[in-house]
């Protein structure tokens, strides 16, 4: 059996070592971030529905309870004021309307109970719970 080293070998395993030291680090951090949490729920009790002025659950927040809202009846956002996430703990289901007048010609979207949205696919104006 004979070896053979040639320069140019020498040179490739040396490029070989060298990249695989400089591209285990962006690597790493590239499998970190992929493996990180998802992102954080915002804070709404049980029993609530939480609307944040911004999207990630982050800004302004409102709170309704079932209490405080007429069911099946819809309930516009305070004048000026919007939603781009929202979580729905009421325990029905939640229709959130683009329009501040509940309009169907507008967009809207049903969140059923225990949903988590943090970006809604349009500003939220107003919206109804529904009995079940």
Same mark, same amino acid.
């Given at each position: 059996?004979?070896?053979?080293?040639?320069? @140019?070998?020498?040179?490739?395993? #040396?490029?070989?070592?060298? &990249?695989?030291?400089?591209?285990?680090?962006?690597?790493?951090?590239?499998? @970190?971030? #992929?493996?990180?949490?998802?992102?954080? &729920?915002?804070?709404?009790?049980?029993?609530?529905?939480? &609307? /944040?002025? $911004?999207? +990630?659950? !982050?800004? #302004?927040?409102? !709170?309704?309870? &079932? @209490? +405080?809202?007429?069911?099946? $009846?819809?309930?516009?956002?305070?004048?000026? %004021? %919007? #939603?781009?996430?929202?979580?729905?703990? *009421?325990?029905?289901?939640? *229709?959130?309307?683009? $329009?501040?007048?509940?309009?169907?010609?507008?967009?809207?979207? *049903?969140?059923? *109970?225990? $949903? /988590?949205?943090?970006?809604?696919?349009?500003?939220?104006? @107003?919206?109804?719970? /529904?009995?079940?």
């Amino acid at each position: 059996m004979r070896k053979i080293t040639t320069a @140019a070998a020498v040179s490739a395993l #040396a490029l070989t070592a060298t &990249l695989a030291a400089t591209l285990a680090p962006a690597a790493t951090a590239a499998t @970190a971030r #992929a493996a990180a949490a998802p992102p954080r &729920l915002g804070n709404c009790a049980a029993g609530q529905l939480c &609307l /944040w002025r $911004s999207g +990630g659950f !982050t800004g #302004a927040r409102q !709170t309704h309870e &079932l @209490a +405080g809202v007429d069911i099946e $009846s819809c309930v516009p956002l305070p004048s000026g %004021t %919007t #939603a781009a996430s929202l979580a729905n703990r *009421t325990g029905r289901p939640v *229709t959130a309307y683009q $329009s501040a007048e509940c309009a169907e010609t507008a967009e809207f979207r *049903t969140y059923p *109970t225990g $949903s /988590w949205a943090p970006e809604t696919p349009y500003q939220v104006r @107003a919206f109804k719970i /529904w009995e079940r």
